[in-house]
């Protein structure tokens, strides 16, 4: 491998954003508990995940104040393969937040909250293939530990009305927040950090054709976002500002993608509930000054859930995604594999008018090697838990 490829590995982690768990380039699909337990929730409306899947489909709950609090944790081991030497991150992502309220009453329903949207942990790497390849470049050893993150975080707040006994419709308003950072040696030879903040609207419809057959639809518009380099420091931060041109105050577009989704849920009897998304990422629309945008991306999601009793659900799932990007053309600290994805879990109401929901899943991706002989490896399981509470 030449000196010119090896300086351009290293520098496309130094300038480019990185996003380690998202389902596409940046946006996620898994934003909650319940999806974690069944990975089709768009044309559903049982439960507060329905604020960010069908946000129009909250009209049709049951009138009352609600809380909702979640936690996801992924358990991960990525890996990349040079010349016979494999090199590992295996951290664990402990929180992937999310809180929400709603207020619903009549035909209206008002709400609020936070999540992660994109991205949502960090890779660690003790000993990477970066700083091996790196090292003539750039004065760096192999045995420095490389830390890359990524988290895109999202605050919204809008409303539902149903028109009619079938139709509803939805506005959203959501805040992104963006972070991306690079750290190796603690900072103490490389820290770089960029944030962005950008607005967006969110429209939904749920239209009910009757008591057993729904449909849920949403569309999020696309967030111009602005990173802007808060912090480049350490020991080879002068250097790499000579050959990349990167310092404090430097600003870069990469928008958040726009997004829709079109789900159904259909009840075979009272006990059996079945569902089919798909979700479209529109990522040729999007303006990134630095990276390739990619191909736009998608994800076909199916779910089954089945009431054991009352207060009692098992549900299961599948969901099968093409991210839109070859590796070659994003950061090879990550990769963007086709993969698919397994889970299940259960709900259980130990008290009236409160929920509590676990799921767990598991994503499997095919080995692949890039065009400079490096080979990725990605395990991930995807861990969920969430309490929902109504209130009179």
């Given at each position: 491998m030449n000196k010119l490829?090896?300086?351009?590995?290293?520098?496309?982690?130094?300038?480019?954003?990185?996003?380690?768990?998202?389902?596409?380039?940046?946006?996620?699909?898994?934003?909650?508990?319940?999806?974690?337990?069944?990975?089709?929730?768009?044309?559903?409306?049982?439960?507060?995940?329905?604020?960010?899947?069908?946000?129009?489909?909250?009209?049709?709950?049951?009138?009352?104040?609600?809380?909702?609090?979640?936690?996801?944790?992924?358990?991960?081991?990525?890996?990349?393969?040079?010349?016979?030497?494999?090199?590992?991150?295996?951290?664990?992502?402990?929180?992937?937040?999310?809180?929400?309220?709603?207020?619903?009453?009549?035909?209206?329903?008002?709400?609020?909250?936070?999540?992660?949207?994109?991205?949502?942990?960090?890779?660690?790497?003790?000993?990477?293939?970066?700083?091996?390849?790196?090292?003539?470049?750039?004065?760096?050893?192999?045995?420095?530990?490389?830390?890359?993150?990524?988290?895109?975080?999202?605050?919204?707040?809008?409303?539902?009305?149903?028109?009619?006994?079938?139709?509803?419709?939805?506005?959203?308003?959501?805040?992104?927040?963006?972070?991306?950072?690079?750290?190796?040696?603690?900072?103490?030879?490389?820290?770089?950090?960029?944030?962005?903040?950008?607005?967006?609207?969110?429209?939904?419809?749920?239209?009910?054709?009757?008591?057993?057959?729904?449909?849920?639809?949403?569309?999020?518009?696309?967030?111009?976002?602005?990173?802007?380099?808060?912090?480049?420091k350490g020991s080879m931060?002068?250097?790499?500002?000579?050959?990349?041109?990167?310092?404090?105050?430097?600003?870069?577009?990469?928008?958040?993608?726009?997004?829709?989704?079109?789900?159904?849920?259909?009840?075979?009897?009272?006990?059996?509930?079945?569902?089919?998304?798909?979700?479209?990422?529109?990522?040729?629309?999007?303006?990134?000054?630095?990276?390739?945008?990619?191909?736009?991306?998608?994800?076909?999601?199916?779910?089954?859930?089945?009431?054991?009793?009352?207060?009692?659900?098992?549900?299961?799932?599948?969901?099968?995604?093409?991210?839109?990007?070859?590796?070659?053309?994003?950061?090879?600290?990550?990769?963007?594999?086709?993969?698919?994805?397994?889970?299940?879990?259960?709900?259980?109401?130990?008290?009236?008018?409160?929920?509590?929901?676990?799921?767990?899943?598991?994503?499997?991706?095919?080995?692949?090697?890039?065009?400079?002989?490096?080979?990725?490896?990605?395990?991930?399981?995807?861990?969920?838990?969430?309490?929902?509470?109504?209130?009179?």
């Amino acid at each position: 491998m030449n000196k010119l490829k090896i300086t351009g590995v290293l520098l496309c982690l130094m300038i480019f954003p990185i996003t380690v768990s998202a389902t596409f380039i940046d946006n996620n699909t898994n934003l909650s508990a319940e999806w974690t337990r069944m990975q089709a929730r768009t044309g559903s409306f049982d439960s507060m995940d329905a604020i960010t899947y069908n946000p129009a489909g909250t009209a049709k709950m049951e009138d009352g104040f609600y809380l909702s609090l979640q936690n996801q944790v992924l358990p991960k081991a990525y890996s990349h393969e040079y010349n016979g030497v494999k090199y590992e991150a295996d951290n664990t992502t402990a929180f992937v937040p999310g809180f929400f309220a709603m207020n619903k009453k009549g035909k209206w329903s008002q709400f609020a909250g936070v999540n992660v949207i994109g991205g949502g942990g960090s890779l660690e790497y003790p000993d990477s293939i970066y700083t091996k390849m790196g090292a003539g470049a750039v004065n760096i050893t192999p045995e420095m530990e490389s830390i890359y993150t990524s988290v895109y975080m999202g605050l919204i707040a809008g409303g539902a009305f149903s028109v009619n006994e079938k139709l509803s419709v939805s506005l959203t308003g959501r805040l992104v927040y963006g972070l991306n950072s690079l750290e190796i040696e603690d900072g103490d030879v490389l820290e770089l950090e960029k944030t962005a903040v950008g607005f967006a609207p969110i429209i939904g419809i749920n239209y009910q054709i009757n008591e057993k057959l729904n449909i849920g639809f949403r569309h999020e518009f696309k967030t111009s976002l602005e990173f802007e380099v808060d912090e480049m420091k350490g020991s080879m931060a002068p250097k790499m500002q000579a050959l990349t041109g990167i310092k404090k105050g430097n600003k870069t577009r990469k928008d958040f993608p726009a997004l829709s989704a079109l789900g159904a849920s259909y009840m075979i009897n009272k006990k059996l509930k079945l569902a089919a998304d798909f979700t479209y990422c529109w990522n040729e629309e999007v303006n990134w000054d630095e990276d390739p945008k990619g191909d736009n991306a998608w994800e076909l999601g199916l779910g089954a859930e089945y009431e054991i009793k009352d207060g009692l659900k098992i549900s299961t799932g599948y969901s099968y995604v093409d991210a839109g990007l070859d590796i070659d053309d994003y950061s090879t600290a990550i990769g963007k594999k086709p993969y698919h994805l397994f889970g299940g879990g259960f709900m259980i109401s130990p008290m009236k008018d409160m929920k509590l929901n676990f799921g767990a899943s598991r994503l499997f991706y095919d080995e692949k090697k890039d065009s400079m002989g490096i080979k990725y490896e990605k395990e991930l399981w995807i861990l969920g838990a969430g309490i929902e509470y109504r209130f009179d």
